[in-house]
C-alpha cells in the first residue's frame, strides 16, 4: 500500500464563541460582569485517510465542518488538537476569490498564487499561457481581479490550482458557481489530476458532480464523521435523510 497523501487523525478545531448575557444597553456596559466565552466544536475528533489518486467527497448540511475540516488542511486554521499528515503540496480552492488580491490584475495574481503554491517565476511563465487558456476569461487577464464576476473568479482559481504541481487539490462548494460546460471541464480536469496520482477532497452539494468525481465520500454531522464509505452507499443514505439542502 502506497503512503496516505492525506492522513487526519484524531483532529478538533474549537472556535470561541463569545457571548454577552445582555442586549440592553445597560446590559453591554456590564459585559465584563457576564461575559462568558463557549467553545463550538467545529470539527470533533474526525480521522481518515486518502490515498494518492483517490478523489474523496465530502457532504453533510450547513454548518457540518466541511469548509472547517478543509480550513484546517489548508492551513488556514490551526488545529485544537490532533493531527494533519500532508505528503506533498497542497492547492487549496476555497472560498471564492480567496487568495485573490483585488487591486491586481488576473495575470499578476497568477503569478502571485502561483509562487505561493511553489512555483518559481520562471514555471509561471511557461504555463502562463496554458492558464489563462483553461480560464477562459479574455482580456480580461489585464484588469484588476476586483472586476471580475464569481464565474471568472472561479474559473481564475481552478485554473491556477490545477496548472501548479500540487499533489493534494481542496475544493469547497467552488464549482457551484461555474457554468455547466465549466464544471464539465473541471471535473475532467479532476479525473486527469487523479490520473496522475493526485489525491482530491471535494465538498459539494451538488449530488451529481460528487457522484461523477468521488470514489468514495465522508458524511459529515456536527463536526464529526457520520458515514465513510463507497460513494453510492454514502450519497444514498445522505440523500434519503434529506439533510441536503435543496438544489435551485
Ligand atoms: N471562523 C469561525 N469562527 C467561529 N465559528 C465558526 C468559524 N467558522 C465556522 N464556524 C462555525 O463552525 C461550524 C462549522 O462551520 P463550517 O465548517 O463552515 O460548516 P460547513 O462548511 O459544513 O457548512 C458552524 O457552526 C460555523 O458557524
Ligand atoms: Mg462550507
Known amino acids: 500500500m502506497s503512503q496516505p497523501a492525506i492522513a487526519v487523525r484524531n483532529l478538533v478545531k474549537e472556535f470561541d464563541l463569545t457571548h454577552s448575557g445582555y442586549s440592553s444597553l445597560k446590559g453591554n456596559l456590564l459585559w465584563w460582569r457576564k461575559k462568558r466565552k463557549e467553545r463550538l466544536r467545529a470539527v470533533d475528533d474526525v480521522s481518515f485517510e486518502v490515498r494518492p489518486g483517490e478523489c474523496v467527497g465530502v457532504v453533510g448540511k450547513n454548518g457540518a465542518g466541511k469548509s ?24 487549496p480552492l476555497l472560498e471564492l476569490g480567496a487568495g485573490f488580491h483585488p487591486d491586481l490584475t488576473g495575470i499578476e495574481n ?31 487577464v489585464d484588469a484588476p481581479v476586483r472586476s471580475y464576476s464569481s464565474g471568472m473568479l472561479l474559473r481564475l482559481g481552478f485554473s491556477v490550482a490545477v496548472h501548479v504541481d500540487a ?25 486527469e489530476f487523479q490520473a496522475n496520482g493526485g489525491a482530491i477532497l471535494f465538498v459539494s452539494h451538488d449530488m451529481d ?40
Open 110 to 140: 497568477v503569478y502571485f498564487n502561483g509562487v505561493i503554491l511553489g512555483l518559481t517565476r520562471k514555471q509561471v511563465t511557461e504555463r502562463l499561457e496554458k492558464i489563462i487558456e483553461f480560464s477562459e476569461i479574455g482580456d480580461y
Open 68 to 91: 472547517t475540516l478543509l480550513g484546517l488542511l489548508a492551513r488556514v486554521y490551526k488545529p485544537t488538537s490532533g493531527e494533519i499528515h500532508l505528503s506533498g503540496t497542497v492547492a
Open 167 to 191: 499533489s493534494i487539490l481542496l475544493v469547497d462548494e467552488a464549482l457551484a458557481v461555474g457554468d455547466i460546460e465549466f464544471q464539465k471541464k473541471c471535473l475532467a480536469r479532476i479525473a
Open 209 to 248: 458532480a460528487v457522484r461523477r468525481a468521488a470514489d468514495r465520500v465522508l458524511w459529515m454531522r456536527a463536526g464529526k464523521v457520520y458515514q465513510d464509505g463507497p460513494t453510492e452507499e454514502v450519497l444514498s443514505a445522505y440523500e434519503r435523510s434529506g439533510e441536503n439542502p435543496p438544489q435551485d
